[in-house]
Nanobody, 117 residues
């Protein structure tokens, strides 16, 4: 499975971006059982969980983004989207998509999000 991310870029504080991750090569019936998540890593920092969507659609969010970011998945398209609103400078990071299940884990290559004024 190859995770392909898109949608990163430059935005001013208060702006919005939408990131999409598509699981190329995944079998649709298997994708349903994946936990799909977004992580981010700022320069010099550890990689932290931003949001995740479990097989049943249960979502979790990191404290720093709760209320501003929203994760959703389209199992038929084998994709997961992260809608990011009211972006702040501290949201600047490389954002990574992750898929996981029992005894399985894959990461995308990352997409840069830069929030600047």
């Amino acid at each position: 499975v190859q995770l392909v991310e898109s949608g990163g870029g430059l935005v001013q504080p208060g702006g919005s971006l939408r990131l999409t991750c598509t699981a190329r090569g995944a079998i649709t019936s298997v994708f349903w059982g994946y936990t799909m998540a977004w992580y981010r890593q700022a320069a010099g920092d550890q990689r932290d969980l931003v949001a995740s969507s479990g097989p049943g659609g249960v979502t979790t969010y990191g404290e720093a983004v709760r209320g501003r970011f929203s994760i959703s998945r389209d199992n038929s398209r084998k994709s997961v989207t992260l809608q990011m609103n009211n972006l702040k400078s501290e949201d600047t990071a490389v954002y990574y998509c992750k898929s996981s299940a029992q005894n399985y884990e894959d990461w995308g290559q990352g997409t840069q999000v830069t929030v600047f004024s």
